[in-house]
């Protein structure tokens, strides 16, 4: 079903790439033809100081981002026209700003990144009952720090396995899992247990706009622990399954995106940049990490993951570790798929002023 490309030339190339993806484009560029998918960088001199994340800097680069994503000086507009469906903009909507809080002691992305879109939301004129940071379980979410955002914000911080799974809402594959206690049908028997993967009330029954808020640290099976895998992996149960099987976690992760229940809910993905890890995975190890100071911004999850993996790979290199040489035929099924570009030549990168 799925194409299985050799990517090592193509993977070189983006590596090849990436260095001149950081150069600032001009507005006059900007308006030439459009392509597939625009990504958004912004950097800022003294945004990490000692690998912490300045909170001041963070939301200035926040604003920025956003308002040039959108081709706006104004923010609540730059707002507006992010969380538009199919040219409606709904005053009850509810954001959900997913987060990546399972990785060690802060090596996912950072606290002071989704307060720092709370604050830009607020400021845009979104009341705080209308904003829920989110993530697979409120025990990590705690743990890392962003629980402290419900008393600061007076948001919501909730945790999707709490909220509960959807019974009629779920991912069917013949790949059996063994239910974990959180999940759904954890201590059933019978026929067909464990082939269901089933997606979080909060996707269900309340968040409409969903903020994807993505690290960019290394992960073996998918490069980096990015966009593709935070949207669909980490919003279901009986996931576990997928990861002992490298192309079923590669059909898994894009499929589930093209369930219903993801329609037009993603608004807006960030690479959180700030500082990047490109070994170790999910456990923090400073030495085998850089501090980029940058938020990157698109409306195109592949293409945001696409350079994160070339990014990685030009930072392991500079670090004259050998390369990961990731597998990259997930990307190419998303592409498939029409989830969104892998092609560099199809993506615009602009340097937020």
Request: glycine fraction near 6%; include cysteine.
């Amino acid at each position: 079903m799925f194409a299985t490309p050799d990517w090592r030339a193509r993977f070189t190339a983006c590596v090849m790439a990436i260095c001149a993806l950081f150069s600032p484009v001009s507005a006059a560029e900007t308006t030439k033809a459009e392509p597939a998918s625009r990504v958004v960088m912004t950097e800022a001199v003294g945004a990490v100081v000692d690998f912490k994340p300045v909170a001041a800097t963070v939301r200035a680069m926040v604003d920025r981002g956003v308002k040039q994503l959108a081709r706006t000086n104004q923010l609540g507009a730059a707002w507006r026209a992010l969380l538009t469906t199919n040219g409606v903009y709904a005053t009850n909507e509810l954001i959900g700003i997913k987060v990546a809080a399972a990785a060690r002691e802060g090596g996912g992305a950072r606290v002071e990144t989704a307060a720092a879109l709370i604050e830009s939301l607020l400021a845009a004129g979104l009341a705080p009952r209308q904003i829920v940071v989110w993530d697979r379980f409120a025990a990590d979410l705690e743990h890392a720090g962003f629980k402290a955002l419900e008393t600061r914000y007076k948001v919501r911080v909730a945790g999707a396995a709490e909220a509960g799974y959807e019974a009629t809402a779920f991912y069917d594959s013949p790949f059996l899992g063994e239910p974990a206690p959180t999940d759904l049908e954890f201590g059933k028997k019978g026929e067909g247990v464990g082939r269901r993967s089933h997606i979080t009330k909060l996707l269900t029954r309340e968040i409409t706009r969903i903020i994807h808020v993505a690290p960019m640290n290394v992960r073996r099976r998918s490069g980096v622990s990015g966009h593709l895998v935070g949207l669909s992996l980490d919003t279901l149960d009986n996931t576990r399954r997928f990861e002992r099987d490298q192309n079923w976690f590669e059909q898994a992760a894009v499929e589930i995106l093209a369930m219903p229940a993801f329609d037009n809910r993603v608004a807006l993905c960030v690479t959180d940049a700030l500082v990047c890890q490109y070994q170790g995975e999910q456990e923090t190890l400073l030495h085998y990490s850089a501090a980029l100071g940058q938020l990157w911004f698109s409306r195109d999850p592949v293409a945001l993951d696409t350079l994160a993996v070339g990014e990685l790979e030009r930072l392991r290199a500079l670090a004259k570790m050998p390369p990961m040489e990731p597998r990259m035929v997930l990307y190419e099924n998303a592409a498939l798929m029409r989830h969104g570009v892998t092609d560099l030549k199809k993506i615009l990168v602009e340097r937020a002023p």
